[in-house]
Structures are given as C-alpha cells and as structure tokens.
C-alpha cells in the first residue's frame, strides 16, 4: 500500500517548518495543504476534524491518522521512518534533547515576541530573557557544528527558531537578541543550520516574513 | 552493581508524584530527597540550574529534569518491566499529545480554582471540567488509559487525583458529578500498589494547600 503522508502547515510558522524539515531529512514525499490561520472561520474543516481540541497546524495525517504538536510529529517521524536518525540512541542524550527542546519553545521563543510588543522595562525584561536563554543554549552547543554533532538532529530542527525568526526579528527590529561576542558558536551554527539542503527550501521567504510580523504588530491581527 | 537512582522531590508535587509512580512500576530502588523548596540544596541547584525545580532524577550522578521527560527516560532505561508508552508509534505520539494536555491544562486551571475567587474562578472551573470530559473521552471504556495496564497518561494524569480534594473544597463543587467514568478510572489506578504508596493522603494536601493560602494572603 502507498504511503499517504499529508502536512497542513502554514508558511509562516517556525513549529510547521521543523515538520517539512524532518519529512525532507527523511525523504519522505508530503502533500503539503497550506492552511489560513488568520481567521478560526477560514480554517479548513479537515483540520478541525483532525485538530479539534487546539485547532492548530502543524498537522501530519499518515495513512488518514493525524498526529499533532510539532516536538511530538518530530519523534513520530524519527520512529516511523529510520534513516537519517534525529534523536540520539542513548536514553540520557534523548532526555537532553527533549529539555533543550522545551527550553526554546517555553523560554525563548515567547520573550522574543514579548520584546518585540512591548516596551520600556517589559521589553527590558523580555530582552535579557532572550538573550539568557541564547547564552545557555551557547554552551549546550558546547563548540559543535550543530546540536546533533556533525549532522541535524532533532535539537537542531526545534531550534530552527533561533536560526530564522529570531534573527528576521533581529534586523528589522533592531533589538539585538543574538550577537557574535557572546554567542560565537551559536551565531556560527545559525549560517550553518539555514544553509543545510534540507533545511533552505523550508524557510519563508524574508521580505514576506518581515510584512506579516509588522503588518501584525501594528495591531492588524495575523493576516495575510 | 547497585544502580544509583536519586529523586529530588516535594512531596505534594504531582510531577513528583509521576517519577515516584514510574520508578515503582519498574520496581526501581531508589533514593527520595524531600526538598525543602524556601530553601533548596546545592545538589537540586547544581543537579536543576535552569529551571531549579523538583523533581530531578539523578541516574548515575547524571540528572533528568522535567517529569514528561523523566518518565519516558524511566521506561526507556528499564524497557524490559512494565511499559508504559505503547510500541506503536501512532499510539506513542496520541499518548504524548494527552500528556501534553494534561500538563496544558490540569495544573494551571486547578491552580486557577485554588487562588481565585468570582468570575475568575468560574471560568477556570468551567474549563478545567471540560478539559477533564475531553479526557474521560480519550479514556472511554478501557481500564486504563494505557489499556489493561497502566500507561503513559495514566502515570502522568491521577497525580492530580488527590488534588480533586483541593479543588473541591476551594471550589465549591463535585468532580464526580460531572466525570463519574473519570473518577472511578483514578479509584482504579489507587488500587494499584504504585500508585497507592506514590500520592499522599489528599486530606494532608489539602492541609498544605490551606497553609500557603495562608501565606500568601489568598482567601
């Protein structure tokens, strides 16, 4: 039987990349359904059949059985299909993988956003969160190439934040999250991590990126 | 060789509650530190420096830090007794998403109930109920969670089974009203010996939850 593996994504969205990245890692083929996230009315009712408790993307359907909560399709994926291995073996460096992981998504991705909304000493605040946690994940890479050793993992892919939205944030912002003084591995492993082959295609494209995000700041909602 | 297995623990805590569950299942020896959290050791500092928070498992002077992430540590480590995520990987990745809910959810809405009054409280109660009965669905008619035995979600969800108490009483209303199949699922999970000598006695909970309320002020 053909395999029948479908993403509904959106382009914008750093969780719904890392699963475009791990499926290509693993040359697996998708169908990929682009989904409006902008407006709970114009979400697709395929994914609020298959998401109706967060009604979020990404979701992967395999074989018409959904699979939700990008950090949970990641080892769904790992386990499904065993090349290009993205979680170590060895139970301890898993358990690393995992808190490292859940380190980005609780304490850095969120203050990045806070930063950028607020202002005075709540941006004060939410900047030296940022960059905290950017110090910590400096020396969790500990001089390496990337999180995973010499290729991917799954480390990589979670923090396929850092290395695109963060910095897109970065420039047109002005607010200095990442720099190389303080961050030189890290800021190395962001040139790295963007250029990998699987990584390039699933990317969104800056310009847009840097238009969504303003158009959003400016109290516009997330609209296309 | 006697494996060196440390827990760094509160003993209200219903992560905590997890580990001790977990560690009893596979019929694990191990340490238990009770932690005085006004003033936590240097070992939970040096062993949690990110978060600082209980509970730490020590493994070979190695930590693991977050619950969900200790238990499935637990039962990949000790694969061959008593597993608790299923094999399949469809059925691993549903597991993982209901105890994502659950840490979603449970914790901060029944905080919520405990530490607010008037409307705040009503909404949280409204939603923690519903949160419960989308849970009493994932149930449905099983034993456990797990199937026959107990798994992932139960280990991760019936900590919070004696903090029900807690909720009740500052609350003002009944979860076995509302989620009957729920509560005879947590009275099931209590039979068992891991989960028995794991959850302290809810009247004790509720006599430290009164004490912080105190505290801290909170009527």
């Not at chain 1, 291995?85 to 998504?105: C, V």
């Not at chain 2, 494996?3 to 760094?8: A, D, G, Q, S, T």
Request: aromatic share 12%; proline share 6%.
């Amino acid at each position: 039987m053909a395999e029948e593996v479908k993403l509904f994504g959106t382009w914008g969205s750093p969780f719904s990349r890392r699963v475009e990245i791990a499926l290509e890692l693993k040359g697996v083929p998708f169908e990929y359904i682009e989904e409006n996230v902008s407006d709970h009315k114009l979400k697709s009712p395929l994914l609020l059949k298959y998401n109706p408790i967060h009604k979020k993307v990404p979701v992967l359907l395999h074989n018409g059985k959904p699979i939700l909560e990008s950090l949970i399709i990641l080892e769904y994926i790992d386990e499904t299909w065993k090349q290009n291995p993205i979680l170590p073996q060895d139970p301890h460096e898993r358990a690393l993988a995992r808190f490292w992981a859940k380190f980005i998504d609780d304490k850095v991705n969120p203050p990045v956003w806070r930063a950028l909304l607020g202002s005075g000493d709540e941006r004060e605040k939410a900047m030296e969160e940022v960059k905290e946690g950017l110090e910590t994940l400096e020396r969790v890479l500990n001089g390496k190439k990337f999180f995973g050793g010499e290729t991917i993992g799954m480390l990589d892919i979670a923090a396929n934040f850092i290395a695109f939205w963060l910095r897109v944030v970065q420039e047109f912002s002005g607010l200095e999250f990442l720099t190389p003084d303080k961050c030189p591995a890290l800021t190395k492993w962001c040139d790295e991590f963007v250029s990998c082959d699987v990584v390039k295609e699933h990317l969104p494209p800056r310009e847009k990126l840097i238009a969504f995000t303003k158009n959003w700041l400016s109290g516009n909602g997330w609209t296309d | 060789m006697a494996e060196e297995v440390v827990l760094l623990d509160f003993w209200p805590s219903p992560f905590g509650m997890r580990v001790r569950i977990a560690l009893a299942e596979k019929g694990i020896q191990y340490e238990y530190k009770e932690e005085d959290l006004r003033n936590k050791s240097d070992l939970l500092l040096k062993m949690n420096p990110i978060h600082k928070k209980i509970p730490v498992l020590i493994h070979k002077g190695k930590p693991v830090c977050e619950s969900l992430i200790q238990v499935q540590y637990i039962d990949e480590v000790w694969h061959g007794k008593s597993p608790l995520l299923p094999s399949d990987p469809y059925q691993r990745a549903n597991a993982r998403f209901w105890a994502d809910f659950v840490d979603k959810k449970i914790y901060d809405l029944g905080r919520k109930i405990w530490t607010t009054k008037g409307e705040e409280q009503a909404a949280a109660k409204k939603e923690f109920i519903e949160s419960l009965k989308l849970l009493e669905g994932e149930l449905g008619d099983k034993t456990y969670f797990g199937g026959d035995n107990l798994g992932y979600v139960d280990v991760v969800l019936v900590p919070f089974y004696n903090w029900f108490y807690v909720y009740e009483k500052c609350g003002n209303f009944t979860i076995e009203e509302e989620c009957p199949k729920l509560i005879a699922w947590a009275k099931r999970c209590l039979q068992k010996e891991s989960v028995a000598k794991s959850l302290p006695d809810e009247e004790k909970v509720y006599g430290f939850v009164l004490q912080l309320k105190k505290a801290f002020g909170i009527e």
